[in-house]
């Protein structure tokens, strides 16, 4: 049996292979299907970063999101943001969950400040539902890198225990 993430990879890989993204081809059907992604996502990653914000960060953070937006470079972009005081003092990035659709790419993804890409299949409830595993590894990465980048003391949880 595949797992969630093998199958993420075989639609993504099938979908560069065939030329199409859901179905379509069309650049604007691809960035309507990328709307639609962005806001079956937005529950499932606000809950991601509320873990963190309450497991790691005590309650201190908050998330933010920005919606749908285009880029200068012509893609579209949504980015949802956890920011913390101990963050914000040392004037580092954020915890975030990015999906991004660039204006030379064939199909979307997701990534993290500090993490590279993965593919952005999201096309129902049940998708969107099955990136929480995929979004929490992209914030735990994004929790590590800035730790590495600044220090442990970061985090909340680990100063105040």
């Known amino acids: 049996m595949r797992t969630a993430m093998n199958e993420a990879l075989i639609r993504h890989f099938t979908d560069l292979r065939d030329g199409v993204h859901g179905g379509v081809t069309a650049r604007e059907d691809k960035e309507r299907l990328f709307a639609t992604a962005v806001e079956?996502?937005?529950?499932?990653?606000?809950?991601?970063l509320d873990e963190f914000n309450a497991?790691?960060?005590?309650?201190?953070?908050?998330?933010?999101a920005s919606g749908l937006t285009r880029s200068q470079e012509g893609g579209l972009n949504a980015m949802w943001s956890l920011t913390w005081p101990e963050q914000r003092d040392k004037d580092i990035l954020p915890i975030a969950i990015v999906a991004h659709y660039g204006a030379d790419f064939h199909h979307p993804h997701l990534r993290g400040n500090t993490v590279g890409d993965w593919p952005l299949n999201v096309f129902d409830h049940s998708d969107a539902a099955g990136q929480l595993t995929t979004l929490r590894a992209i914030a735990?990465?994004?929790?590590?890198?800035?730790?590495?980048?600044e220090s442990y003391r970061l985090i909340p949880a680990v100063t105040h225990a």
């Open 40 to 48: 079956l996502l937005d529950p499932v990653a606000r809950a991601t």
């Open 140 to 149: 735990a990465a994004d929790a590590h890198n800035l730790v590495f980048q």
């Open 55 to 64: 497991d790691l960060l005590l309650g201190t953070g908050q998330v933010v």
